[in-house]
T-cell receptor, first 111, second 110 residues
């Protein structure tokens, strides 16, 4: 089946640790996105990428990093510099200037 | 000013009622408009998308865009309890950026 796969579904991070969230798509989409969702809030853009080996900061990039070495993959690293990382993280992909499709999300909790 | 404004509700309606959801946006250059439905603890699911002013229908759902007023709407006819979810409007900005409203939580009472 074509789609976007995020893993893991749940992730726990200790204070001071870096963690990496996986996002893979087999839709042959050019663009990929990472969003953060906090309870009762909409989606805020962290990073996005239009093509391989290129990505841009979104509205809340501080404390996060990404890479885009393959068209299918766009992993997000939550670094220790992110002071409030507990949230629901959503990955999406799209063709050029069209609607985006989302994965099922990763819920990150700091313990 | 936020690029996309959406009343977070919550909105509670009886089964069979029409649900009306609205968003406003700030930049008249925006061209592509979407509505997503999100169930609790799940990823958003695309409901409808449009790039022109006017109405677009898909079953019980109608998306409406008024570019002159910078206003977009989603109507759900004959609402069902299974329509209970959070509805998010989204607008495609320049350079692939998708901006979302805060989402409106809808409950359809049986």
């Amino acid at each position: 089946d074509g789609g976007i796969t995020q893993s893991p579904k749940y992730l726990f991070r200790k204070e001071g640790q870096n963690v990496t969230l996986s996002c893979e798509q087999n839709l042959n989409h050019d663009a990929m996105y990472w969003y953060r969702q906090d309870p009762g809030q909409g989606l805020r853009l962290i990073y996005y990428s239009q093509i391989v080996n290129d990505f841009q900061k979104g509205d809340i990039a501080e404390g996060y990093s990404v890479s885009r070495e393959k068209k299918e993959s766009f992993p997000l690293t939550v670094t220790s510099a992110q002071k409030n990382p507990t949230a629901f993280y959503l990955c999406a992909s799209s063709r050029m200037n069209t609607e985006a499709f989302f994965g099922q999300g990763t819920r990150l909790t700091v313990v | 000013q936020k690029e996309v404004e959406q009343d977070p509700g919550p909105l509670s309606v009886p089964e069979g009622a029409i649900v009306s959801l609205n968003c406003t946006y700030s930049n008249s250059a925006f061209q592509y408009f979407m509505w997503y439905r999100q169930y609790s603890r799940k990823g958003p699911e695309l409901l409808m998308y449009t790039y022109s002013s006017g109405n677009k229908e898909d079953g019980r759902f109608t998306a409406q865009v008024d570019k002159s007023s910078k206003y977009i709407s989603l109507f759900i006819r004959d609402s069902q309890p299974s329509d209970s979810a959070t509805y998010l409007c989204a607008i495609l900005r320049e350079g692939y950026k998708l901006s979302f409203g805060a989402g409106t939580t809808v409950t359809v009472r049986a």
